[in-house]
């Protein structure tokens, strides 16, 4: 009888070691104007994907449990951090997605008499002469369209009619190294745009380990509340009651069984359709990583060594390609 008692324990613990998620679920990037579909089994290794989503407040998750692929698709005016939340094996867990929304930009081209077919191609689509074709929307004779761009240095042109153009309402060019120029584009990034999380630190308290962060941004009317924070104990939402916000600075504090174990903790704040960098701290048996003693693979380093050249042994195993250009 003890026996099957003891054998009844151990198959039990079995079972609930095999429904843990041990992967660090990563963030997924989402796309602007399209769904964007990932299988569930890049997201996370288990021996079944038997999981069932819960669409958020601004993204829509549909699973497909046939081909295990999962469709986000975004509310058109969400940009920003949110966490979908996914039941598996009766655990709760969250998959942190992100889009980063691109603010989109007009280009125009008045064509000359004669001209049928314009399109413009640049950097932003790798050269591509064919799939950004230019309409006169409005009737006014100016073709126009309006891609997303994300700030930086934008070289283009348009082609008409299978000609090479460069944008006759902008001067800014730059050689283009065939004897030709190409325009020039330029999308600054606004300073207000800018937020940085920051690690203050840590320390020990009476009621457990606590995390300090400092939220930055240029525009001092973006206050810290806890709507605003994507905060995250391994692949589970960290416990509301845990966290303090004080003005701009977070903390976030660990206590009673979340002391003990390797965990991951991650923060990052969501505030007006930005986010901040998301800030990961890996903990081992309540103190910090690095300070702890514990070797994980994280603290190794990986060489990759590559023979550019060795000394030929027995040349009677070379089998020489013999050709003119060689």
Do not use: C
């Not at 990563?26 to 964007?36: A, E, G, M, V």
């Not at 949110?82 to 007009?106: A, D, M, T």
């Not at 303090?244 to 660990?254: F, K, V």
């Amino acid at each position: 009888m003890f026996k099957k008692i003891l054998l009844a324990i151990i198959t039990i613990a079995s079972i609930n070691f095999s429904q843990t998620i041990h992967d660090l679920i990563q963030p997924i990037n989402l796309s602007q104007d399209q769904p964007t579909i990932v299988m569930v089994s890049d997201i996370f290794y288990s021996e079944d994907y038997n999981v069932e989503f819960t669409p958020s407040k601004n993204v829509n998750a549909s699973y497909n449990s046939s081909t295990m692929q999962l469709s986000l698709t975004p509310k058109s005016d969400f940009s920003g951090i949110e966490l979908i939340s996914f039941k598996h094996n009766g655990e709760v867990y969250q998959l942190p997605v992100k889009l980063v929304k691109s603010q989109k930009y007009l280009f125009t081209y008045k064509p000359q008499d004669g001209e049928k077919q314009v399109n413009l191609f640049g950097q932003f689509n790798s050269w591509d002469r064919q799939n950004l074709p230019m309409k006169d929307i409005n009737g006014d004779g100016i073709l126009e369209i309006e891609i997303p761009l994300d700030p930086g240095r934008y070289e283009y042109k348009f082609y008409v009619d299978g000609r090479e153009v460069v944008d006759p309402a902008n001067s800014d060019k730059v050689p283009n190294g065939m004897g030709d120029f190409n325009s020039l584009r330029i999308i600054e990034e606004l300073a207000k745009d800018k937020m940085f999380l920051h690690v203050l630190g840590s320390n020990n308290a009476n009621d457990g380990l606590k995390l300090n962060f400092y939220f930055e941004n240029a525009d001092r009317s973006n206050m810290v509340n806890k709507e605003s924070l994507i905060a995250l104990f391994d692949n589970k939402k960290f416990p509301s009651e845990l966290i303090n916000i004080d003005g701009r600075e977070i903390t976030l504090t660990i206590k009673g069984k979340m002391l003990t174990g390797n965990h991951t903790v991650r923060l990052a704040v969501n505030r007006m359709g930005k986010h901040t960098n998301i800030q990961t701290i890996q903990i081992h048996d309540g103190v910090i990583a690095g300070k702890s003693g514990v070797h994980t693979l994280k603290d190794n380093i990986i060489y990759s060594i590559m023979i550019d050249r060795f000394s030929n042994g027995d040349i009677s195993n070379d089998n020489p390609v013999k050709h003119d250009s060689l």
